[in-house]
């Protein structure tokens, strides 16, 4: 189980990592939170954790921030809900 970005995405991630000045990529996680049970985190990746799950897609890292577990849960979440992600990922945190 991979994550991987759309063409379109990946530019845009690069772009405001250059604006940024800093940063490999993004860092993906899930955390317990709320009454579904789950909370999902999107920031930018200073560094890689040796137990972090690390992706590459077009040319955007991509490290997890929990464990290789989220990879799959997030993957069959982003999988199950299509309609909440599309190619514009919008703005980051500074």
Sequence with gaps: MAITLTENAARHVA??????????GLR??????????????????????????EFESHGVRVVDLNSRECV?????????????????IGELPA
Aim: charged letters at 30%; proline letters at 4%.
């Design 15 to 24: 772009a405001h990592l250059a604006k940024r000045g800093k940063g490999i």
């Design 28 to 53: 993906l996680g899930v955390r317990t939170s709320g009454c579904s049970g789950l909370a999902y985190k999107l920031e930018y990746a200073d560094d890689v954790r040796p137990e972090d799950a």
């Design 72 to 88: 799959e849960m997030l993957s069959e979440y982003i999988a199950s809900h299509p309609d909440v992600w599309n190619e514009d």
